[in-house]
């Protein structure tokens, strides 16, 4: 990082080193119109790929090769073995990876290389990894590889203390913040300081209701209480709080698509409707004749069909999954 | 054309005025999503007359969303943005007449040919971002060519096949540039060029028995793939690994071992495939993980209904495909999602078989009814007798079961109107600027489409299956590994002889 790069010869330490330019063939496709100072440097460092020569020198070349371009995967895999020949500072590389990190959120590399390092140095740097996803999330708070790194961490270096926390301050934020759950249904169902899914899904089931009511037109909370029962339908119809949250959202609004789509699963799962629940549906069969002799989740189905056109095949389907489960 | 949907008759998020939430949020840009690469911007964008939401560095400090609407989230304010951009668009649309309409639905043929030629022969200084993934480049511009039917001039076929053989690993598998360190996701993207190409030269030039060692030693114990020697494991490296190894007829029990249980571990909660376990549902992910799954003919191992009924929500009001749930559209995801629910068109019976199996126990199917440990229905099938090339040639000799589960023409809608680029080239999203990789994906999505209602790999779509004028009818693609099902054909001849 500490060259100037002024143009051709500005690397006095690599003069005994003869460059390789790129064997792109006679008649290249797909050919970079490179500038100077990259050819330059991606040169040196074929140079010392080839060569296989894990030095200072070559480690410093690695870090220009990454900021000209951090995709690069075969310089990040080269500078791994140099730092583990020069039995290198590894705090002092994740200072250099985070750096880079930040102009460059998403790039697989950069996070790879990340891992590497702090499986190298172990639970200590646990919470220093956390503040750093946190430190990304803040700028972009769907970004796939942090979050994906942040669950790593969680998952082999610990630091669960705060992360139930931490999912309802971005909740909070962003209650549409789909990332934001699916960290919380990993928290619920693996954390070790909170017993798991069984211990917490009474708790879980009653935040997710208060989302969904707040906002029905949020798909993340009613994907999140079907995943609270994932496998085990029959305690997702026995919760009568599940079709309830249903009832009360479809009573402010018949066509809300998700209340219908989950009334519809639950029904298909064997839910024996209440009076009042089919009181609810009562204007919406009406509303459609050939419905009335229809049972309750093909009436329902025929519903989507019609409040959700952009899913009219979906629906036209999944009706004709209905009928063979009669027969 | 779905008139239902544009002009502000928005069914899904709504995310308006019935929010309730506490707090006033910042508009605050998001960098642009997605898995590919970051994308050069080479071509100034047609339609940068409206305010574009910040600069990617995510400055934009004191946007206080409008007053009118105090209350939004930033996932609220970003979806509104582009809800109202396509907005305007359709409502253009549905305004014109018919033979405006018309020429406003046909693909631009001669446009993206330019564009998508002109870049196998140059490519600006800013494409240095991309120099670690050259193979892909070509497989972005070869591809869609093949889709649009243009055929190539014989020297430029003989230097893209002269190119990739620079790229290929003396021990095997292919790397981003010559002389790179070889990565699954590179290999893909070459042999799948080269597959493309379809001449025998092209064909002969992939040596299978050091791909196949390449692909052992990127083996994980767990049975998953790494990317490179070193590299990280993912759902992208099963299937890279599984799509190239079925192509070119080297997939065998060795090879095959673990990935189905690793790629049914990535299945969320919500329906769709993650990156890893335990990860978001991502459309990326998705494709790759069923499509691999199919290739191993365990397909079973995933809760099919709940992965479809995720895909299915992915569609929007803007009438392409986001990627993950609250996220905006994007027309890569036109290819991702629309080609995952595509192929579960032609797994009726593992559907069939797994409703049956949760209305009888009230259990859905997936790992209970086949176990995702190494037993039950996966060993029967571990016999070193199977025949895995098989797979992907049986699966679209299949008819389609049923008709789309997506919305086939909202889907081509999206494509043609929002994704276009009139100078040539095709984009995320209107407001963004064209690229390769969006080009090569929206054509892709674009073609699983017009295909998506046929009943039968042979037959032609009927008119009303394809939005727009007829010609607008792109070659049909094998969606396992999309590639173009004319050249999967030969390739897969070639490799059955090796």
């Not at chain 1, 008649?27 to 030095?55: K, N, Q, T, W």
């Not at chain 1, 583990?84 to 985070?98: P, R, S, T, W």
């Not at chain 2, 046909?106 to 022969?121: A, N, S, V």
Request: charged share 20%.
């Amino acid at each position: 990082m500490e060259h100037a790069k002024s143009g051709p010869g500005s690397w006095p330490e690599m003069a005994d080193v003869v460059p390789v330019p790129q064997d792109d063939g006679p008649s290249p496709v797909v050919p970079i119109a490179y500038r100077d100072d990259f050819r330059e440097v991606m040169d040196y460092f074929r140079a010392l790929y080839l060569a296989g020569e894990r030095s200072p020198r070559a480690l410093r070349l690695t870090a220009e090769a990454i900021e000209v371009n951090p995709g690069n995967y075969t310089v990040w895999h080269f500078r791994r073995l140099i730092l583990e020949a020069l039995d290198y500072d590894l705090l002092q590389e994740m200072n250099f990876v985070e750096k880079i990190a930040e102009c460059n959120p998403k790039n697989y590399q950069i996070w790879h290389h990340k891992r590497w390092l702090a499986e190298k140095l172990g639970p200590d740097v646990a919470n220093k990894e956390h503040e750093f996803t946190m430190k990304i999330l803040a700028l972009d708070a769907k970004n796939y590889h942090a979050w994906s790194h942040r669950q790593w961490v969680l998952q082999t270096l610990g630091g669960w203390e705060s992360e139930l926390q931490y999912c309802n301050q971005l909740l909070e934020e962003d209650i549409f913040n789909n990332s934001a759950w699916n960290q919380r249904y990993l928290v619920i169902t693996r954390s070790p300081l909170l017993g798991g899914l069984m211990a917490m899904r009474d708790s879980e089931v009653h935040y997710t209701i208060e989302a969904i009511l707040a906002n029905p037109q949020n798909e993340s909370p009613w994907r999140y209480l079907r995943g609270l029962y994932k496998g085990e339908n029959n305690l997702l119809v026995a919760d009568e709080r599940i079709s309830d949250v249903c009832l009360k959202v479809l009573k402010n609004d018949w066509s809300c698509v998700f209340a219908l789509s989950l009334l519809l699963d639950l029904l298909r799962s064997g839910l024996q409707p209440s009076d009042e629940l089919k009181a609810t549906l009562e204007p919406i069969r009406n509303s459609n004749p050939e419905m009335a002799d229809a049972d309750l989740a093909t009436a329902v189905c025929c519903t989507l069909q019609k409040c959700d056109p952009l899913r009219v095949n979906y629906w036209s389907w999944y009706k004709t999954t209905l009928s063979s489960q009669i027969s | 054309m779905v008139r239902l949907l544009g002009g502000g008759s928005a069914r899904r998020p709504q995310h308006t005025a019935r929010s309730r939430n506490r707090r006033p949020q910042q508009a605050r840009a998001q960098p642009s999503g997605g898995d590919p690469p970051p994308t050069p911007a080479p071509a100034a964008a047609p339609m940068a007359s409206s305010p574009q939401p910040a600069p990617p560095t995510g400055g934009d400090p004191a946007a206080p969303a409008d007053p009118e609407l105090p209350r939004l989230t930033v996932t609220q304010v970003e979806q509104m943005k582009v809800e109202a951009r396509v907005a305007d668009i359709y409502r253009v649309l549905f305004g014109a007449a018919s033979n405006t309409k018309s020429i406003m639905l046909e693909l631009w043929r001669d446009q993206h040919i330019e564009y998508l030629t002109h870049g196998l022969r140059h490519l600006g200084p800013a494409f240095h971002v991309l120099d670690a993934n050259r193979p892909w480049l070509c497989y972005w511009m070869v591809h869609p060519l093949a889709l649009l039917d243009e055929v190539l001039d014989d020297d430029l076929e003989d230097d893209i096949v002269d190119f990739l053989a620079r790229c290929q690993d003396k021990d095997g598998g292919y790397g981003g540039g010559p002389g790179q360190l070889p990565h699954l996701a590179t290999t893909y993207a070459a042999v799948n060029t080269l597959v493309t190409i379809g001449s025998e030269r092209a064909l002969s030039s992939i040596n299978r028995d050091n791909l196949y060692k390449f692909m052992l030693r990127m083996k994980d114990e767990s049975g998953a793939f790494r990317m490179h020697d070193g590299g990280e494991i993912d759902v992208r490296a099963s299937y890279t690994a599984i799509s190239v190894a079925s192509l070119v007829n080297i997939l065998d029990v060795e090879l095959a071992k673990g990935v189905g249980d690793y790629i049914a571990r990535c299945q969320t909660y919500e329906g769709g495939i993650a990156g890893e376990p335990h990860a978001e549902a991502h459309g990326g992910y998705t494709f790759c993980g069923l499509a691999a799954l199919i290739l191993l003919n365990e397909a079973e191992k995933l809760d099919l209904p709940c992965l479809i009924d995720w895909v299915a929500f992915r569609q929007g009001v803007e009438c392409g495909f986001q990627g993950r749930t609250n996220k905006l559209v994007d027309g890569c995801y036109s290819f991702w999602q629309g080609a995952a629910i595509a192929l579960t068109q032609k797994l009726v019976m593992i559907i069939d078989e797994q409703l049956k199996l949760s209305y009888s126990c009230k259990k859905p199917s997936g790992e209970d009814a086949c176990g995702t440990s190494s037993s039950g229905c996966t060993s029967e099938k571990s016999s070193s007798a199977v025949d895995y090339a098989k797979f992907g040639y049986d699966f679209i000799q299949r008819s389609n079961q049923v008709g789309p589960l997506f919305h086939n023409i909202a889907l081509q809608q999206y494509i043609l109107l929002c994704a276009q680029v009139l100078e040539g080239g095709l984009r995320d999203k209107p407001g963004k600027n064209r690229d390769h990789y969006h080009s090569c994906y929206c054509l892709s999505g674009l073609s699983v489409s017009q295909y998506s209602a046929t009943t039968d790999s042979d037959s032609c779509p009927l008119p009303q299956h394809v939005l727009g004028p007829y010609s607008n009818l792109l070659e049909p693609i094998h969606p396992l590994y999309n590639v173009v099902l004319d050249k999967y054909h030969t390739a897969y001849e070639f490799f059955s002889q090796e």
